[in-house]
Nanobody, 124 residues
Framework: QVQLVESGGGLVQAGGSLRLSCAAS????????VGWFRQAPGKEREFVAA???????IYADSVKGRFTISRDSAKNTVFLQMNSLQPEDTAVYYC??????????????????WGQGTQVTVSS
């Protein structure tokens, strides 16, 4: 069983930064993709960014140039560095591991294991 634990959320003013972490049990990330999704109040969950373990990345247009996804292989942890945060970035952020190996998916149904989520609130 894969367990994912997010951390690093909080309250920040517009223009500020936060770094989210997603730690996995065991070697859960090797050969899989790790994605970040977010869900704002009253909205559907949406894709934010994903990283394949070889290093390939993909971003939603809304965060491109502001967010960076990266990993620490030794710690089996994936990070989401979020800069220039705006109120519209307010959401619960979830990390997830892909269902299949050797892919870099961007849709929820292609991810099998999910963390519990961490709240990010950006004040104006």
């Amino acid at each position: 069983q894969v367990q994912l634990v997010e951390s690093g959320g909080g309250l920040v003013q517009a223009g500020g930064s936060l770094r989210l972490s997603c730690a996995a049990s065991g070697r859960a990330f090797s050969s899989y993709a790790v994605g970040w999704f977010r869900q704002a109040p009253g909205k559907e969950r949406e894709f934010v960014a994903a990283l394949y373990w070889s290093g390939n990345t993909i971003y939603a247009d809304s965060v491109k140039g502001r967010f960076t996804i990266s990993r620490d292989s030794a710690k089996n942890t994936v990070f989401l560095q979020m800069n220039s945060l705006q109120p519209e970035d307010t959401a619960v952020y979830y990390c997830a591991r892909s269902r299949s190996q050797y892919t870099l998916p961007i849709t929820e149904d292609e991810y099998e294991y999910w963390g519990q989520g961490t709240q990010v609130t950006v004040s104006s």
